[in-house]
């Protein structure tokens, strides 16, 4: 069965500090892994999307991680901010390129952020 | 400005009623999709569309209905066949059908209650 894992579920830290957010998925056969951000009441954004090929992919504070081999992928947020206080969604994409690819959703982490 | 917009940002229905959610983009993408988001769950496919006049079911489509008569727009009805439709509900578009590089585009959703 295709499912993604996401933890914590929520998660509490101090302005300015780190944080990694994990995911673990289970989907075949692989196609891209995306992250996405979703503030309380809104749709979600899209932060990354990486590939079987790639490691690591940023986007200013956000760096992704995919190990295909393990099947877990993380988003480290750097000197957090407290406009990063949202859910974030793991996405896997189940497939084969240039056919129709399921997207597969996480449950997502809450993360707040305080000052 | 491009986007995609959705309509009302709340909806409250009566049981037994059909209710209509509206989503419209500008974005000039073929591939549109409805989703429904549950608190502590992924986001779950209710139905897409990859071209005018065509329109596939997802993992959740009972009780539900869209059309696609115009490129775009999509629009949902929720009939009084499903059960339990007090959700958050999102529309999103893509340039192609979702897969390695046809990016998912959110809208800012509507939130339903049944009362």
């Known amino acids: 069965k295709n499912q993604v894992e996401q933890s914590p579920q929520s998660l509490i830290i101090l302005e300015g500090k780190n944080c990694t957010l994990q995911c673990n998925y289970t989907v075949s056969p692989f196609s891209n892994l995306r992250w996405y951000k979703q503030d309380t009441g809104r749709g979600p954004v899209s932060l990354t999307i990486m590939t079987f090929s790639e490691n690591t992919k940023s986007n200013g504070r956000y760096t992704a991680t995919l190990d295909a081999d393990t099947k877990q992928s993380s988003l480290h947020i750097t000197a957090s901010q407290l406009s990063d206080s949202a859910s974030y969604i793991c996405v896997v994409s189940a497939g084969f390129s240039g056919g129709y690819n399921k997207l597969i959703f996480g449950a997502g982490t809450r993360l707040a952020v305080h000052p | 400005d491009g986007g995609i917009t959705q309509s009302p940002k709340y909806l409250f229905r009566k049981e037994g009623q059909n209710v209509t959610l509206s989503c419209e983009q500008n974005?000039?993408?073929?591939?549109m999709y409805w989703y429904r988001q549950d608190p502590g769950q992924g986001l779950r496919l209710i139905y897409y569309s990859q071209i005018v006049n065509d329109f596939q079911k997802g993992d959740i489509a009972e009780g539900y209905s869209v059309s696609r008569e115009k490129k775009e727009s999509f629009p949902l009805t929720v009939t009084s066949a499903q059960k339990n439709p007090t959700a958050f509900y999102l529309c999103?578009?893509?340039?192609?059908?979702?897969?390695?590089?046809?990016?998912?585009?959110f809208g800012p959703g509507t939130r339903l209650t049944v009362l």
């Open positions: 999103a578009s893509s340039q192609g059908l979702a897969g390695a590089y046809n990016e998912q585009f």
């Open positions: 974005l000039n993408h073929d591939a």
